[in-house]
Every structure is written in structure tokens, then in C-alpha cells.
């Protein structure tokens, strides 16, 4: 064999492993990373906002005053709020909004009421001893 095949036939096999060995990465890194939908992140952010505005309620003097005559913290309402799925938070800004403008701290605590009773009846909390749990 003259110099000029073995080079070519050591570049070829070098060239052959490099290629597989790319391959095999980037079949790995598609593998890894999952492509999110637009409607995932909508969704997302839709509950990140959702939360961020009951949390934004609790924030208000009276209600936390209310609270704490009922024997509540602000902490157990914010580990509620992280607790509820898309679905109920949704549900509870809606009847934010549905509530009239000047309802204010009533319908704040009415809603915190209601998040608690649906902790309890889902069986994170128990505060009323009056709901029994789902399971």
C-alpha cells in the first residue's frame, strides 16, 4: 500500500467514528429535551397569574385580620394557594371577578373559606371538623 491509500484509509475510518459519534449525541439531546406547546406555557402563565393574584388578596390588612381572629396564618394560605390545581384557581378568579367591585374583604374571606374547605375535603388540611375527607 503506498502512503497516499493508508492516510486515506485512517482519515476514512477517523471520519466514520466522528460521524457516529455525533449522531449518537444528537439523537440523546432530541431524546432528552421534550418541545413544549404554546398552549403548555399559556397555561403556565395563566396559573402562575392566577395564584399571584389571591396571593395578592391575602396582602390586604383586613383580610389578614380575619384571618388570624379565625386562626388561620398567611402562610397556611399561601401553601393552600400552591396547592390547588389550574382548574380550581381558574374557577375561584372567576368568581373574583363575577364579585362586585366593592365586595372587597367579604369576598375575600368567603373565597379563602371555600379554598379551605376544598383542601379539607381533598384531605391536605383538616380545619373543619364538620368535612369529612374524599378518600
Sequence with gaps: MTFMQSTRRYVSIMLTALFMLTSLASIHAQASTAML??????????????????????????????????????????????????????????????GAAGAGVVGVIVLFLVIFAVT????????????????
Excluded at 399571584?52 to 391575602?58: F, Q, R, T, Y
Excluded at 388570624?68 to 374557577?91: C, F, H, N, W, Y
Aim: proline residues 1%.
Design 37 to 98: 406547546g404554546t398552549q403548555d406555557l399559556i397555561a403556565d402563565q395563566q396559573m402562575s397569574v392566577d395564584r399571584e393574584a389571591l396571593k395578592s388578596m391575602l396582602a390586604d390588612e383586613a383580610v389578614q385580620d380575619k384571618l388570624a381572629s379565625m386562626g388561620v396564618t398567611p402562610d397556611q394560605v399561601e401553601k393552600r394557594i400552591d396547592s390547588l390545581t389550574a382548574s380550581e384557581l381558574a374557577q375561584f378568579n372567576a368568581q373574583l371577578d363575577e
Design 120 to 135: 379539607d375535603i381533598l384531605c391536605i388540611t383538616n380545619i373543619y371538623s364538620f368535612i369529612n375527607c374524599a378518600r
